[in-house]
């Protein structure tokens, strides 16, 4: 099976959205340099720095399934059943829609059972492949639960003062960390990925 990461793009002070779920000023690195990368979502591009393109590109071909909540499910409308990164999705929830408009895609998977069943149901869809965890809620019960292999960051030179923090309702505690194996400074951004030591 492949690893198991959390990736965000987070502000200097910890939070990956406003707490209206705006991400605001975070994703400015979308849009700061010249290379256009497109999305499964077309036309949906990027304009990335050649930095943050190569980086962004690497990231995205390792991924084989994402896990996410029911919160952000909603509110990109499951992305219509086509996630931008072209890659099926697995939704932790406590309810499943019933009348979902795009449940025909296929694409998503929900899981009713904990943060260990998703987990388990992304790594068998993904293969060998990476399984993207969301940040927020899903992050940190994932984190608790020792199932996380690495943490990745797009550091964000902005302060939200209060919002969505990257990690939810987990013990700092059992937050440990190993030195950073990426540092890759760019315009607006720096991509960071630390090991998860347990």
């Given at each position: 099976?492949?690893?198991?990461?959390?990736?965000?793009?987070?502000?200097?002070?910890?939070?990956?959205?406003?707490?209206?779920?705006?991400?605001?000023?975070?994703?400015?690195?979308?849009?700061?340099?010249?290379?256009?990368?497109?999305?499964?979502?077309?036309?949906?591009?990027?304009?990335?720095?050649?930095?943050?393109a190569?980086?962004?590109?690497?990231?995205?071909?390792?991924?084989?399934?994402?896990?996410?909540?029911?919160?952000?499910?909603?509110?990109?409308?499951?992305?219509?059943?086509?996630?931008?990164?072209?890659v099926?999705?697995?939704?932790?929830?406590?309810?499943?829609?019933?009348d979902?408009?795009?449940?025909?895609?296929?694409?998503?998977?929900?899981v009713?059972?904990?943060?260990?069943?998703?987990?388990?149901?992304?790594?068998?869809?993904?293969?060998?492949?990476?399984v993207?965890?969301?940040?927020?809620?899903?992050?940190?019960?994932?984190?608790?639960?020792?199932?996380?292999?690495?943490?990745?960051?797009?550091?964000v030179?902005?302060?939200?003062?209060?919002?969505?923090?990257?990690?939810?309702?987990?013990?700092?505690?059992?937050?440990?960390?190993?030195?950073?194996?990426?540092?890759?400074?760019?315009?607006?951004?720096?991509?960071?990925?630390?090991?998860?030591?347990?």
């Amino acid at each position: 099976m492949g690893k198991v990461i959390c990736n965000a793009s987070v502000s200097l002070d910890g939070f990956v959205a406003h707490p209206d779920n705006n991400p605001g000023r975070l994703f400015d690195w979308y849009e700061a340099g010249e290379v256009e990368v497109h999305t499964a979502s077309e036309p949906a591009t990027f304009h990335l720095t050649p930095t943050s393109a190569e980086y962004w590109r690497d990231w995205v071909g390792q991924i084989g399934c994402l896990v996410v909540g029911r919160l952000l499910f909603d509110i990109t409308d499951g992305w219509k059943g086509q996630h931008p990164l072209g890659v099926p999705f697995v939704v932790l929830t406590h309810e499943p829609p019933h009348d979902w408009t795009h449940a025909h895609t296929g694409n998503a998977h929900f899981v009713t059972d904990g943060i260990e069943a998703a987990v388990a149901q992304a790594q068998q869809i993904a293969g060998d492949r990476t399984v993207a965890l969301a940040a927020g809620t899903i992050a940190g019960q994932a984190l608790a639960a020792g199932l996380v292999d690495e943490v990745a960051i797009d550091l964000v030179p902005v302060v939200l003062g209060e919002g969505h923090p990257y990690f939810a309702d987990v013990d700092p505690a059992l937050v440990r960390l190993g030195d950073p194996t990426v540092v890759i400074p760019s315009t607006r951004v720096t991509h960071m990925v630390f090991p998860v030591q347990r």
